[in-house]
Every structure is written in structure tokens, then in C-alpha cells.
């Protein structure tokens, strides 16, 4: 069974960056899709990014795009998300998610990391 543990959460001022870092245990990630997702005290989770398992073509957020890559190391079994320009609206606990294919649909993933907290301040 993959489990996922994310890293790299923390606090950030305003305009900050941060890197967040996702690895797999007792599987390998090349055999799957994988994701960031975040959620927001008051909100629903929703999508980040994403990134394909055939190809690594990458998909983000309207949020996320110009601010965001997402990318992976199979030689490292990780997946990553770099944060940059941050705002506190970006304020959120962040996971990685794994699936067999690439969608924002949440149901679709089946393995899921318990989440890092990323705190933004003004």
C-alpha cells in the first residue's frame, strides 16, 4: 500500500516562496497520476495542480498558474510543488494525492497524504 508524507509546510510573509515536497512509501509513484490539493479554514479542498504519469504535461489552477510548478523526481519517489509570490489567501493545508489518472476530480484519488500547513502572513 503507497502512503504520501508531505514536508516543507510553514510560515511565509507576503510575497514569499515555499517548496513542498511529497514522498511515497511502499509503492512506486511512476505508475501513478498525482496532485495538489489544498483547503482553506471555511472551504471546501480543491485543486492545485496536477501532473500527468504518461507524459508529466502539467495542469494548474487559474490561482496557481505564473505562481506554481509542480514536478516530480521518480528517481526520489516525490512529487513537488514550488510556491512563489505568495498571499494570504494562499493560507491553506496542502496535500499531495495519488491516482491512475490525472483529473481535479478529488474522488478519483485514491491514496492521499495527511497534509502540510502553509500560513501566509500579511
Not at 81 to 104: G, I
Request: proline share 2%; hydrophobic share 35%; charged share 15%.
Amino acid at each position: 500500500q503507497v502512503q504520501l508524507v508531505e514536508s516543507g509546510g510553514g510560515e511565509v510573509q507576503t510575497g514569499g516562496s515555499l517548496t513542498l515536497s511529497c514522498t511515497a512509501s511502499g509503492g512506486a509513484l511512476n505508475t501513478y497520476a498525482l496532485a495538489w490539493f489544498r483547503q482553506a479554514p471555511g472551504r471546501e479542498r480543491e485543486g492545485v495542480a496536477r501532473i500527468r504519469r504518461t507524459d508529466d504535461t502539467t495542469f494548474y489552477a487559474n490561482f496557481a498558474k505564473g505562481r506554481f510548478t509542480i514536478s516530480r523526481d521518480i528517481t526520489k519517489n516525490s512529487v513537488y510543488l514550488q510556491m512563489s509570490n505568495l498571499n494570504p489567501e494562499d493560507t491553506a493545508v496542502y496535500f499531495c494525492a495519488a491516482a491512475p489518472f490525472s483529473t481535479f476530480h478529488q474522488n478519483t484519488y485514491q491514496i492521499w497524504g495527511r497534509g502540510t500547513q502553509v500560513t501566509v502572513s500579511s
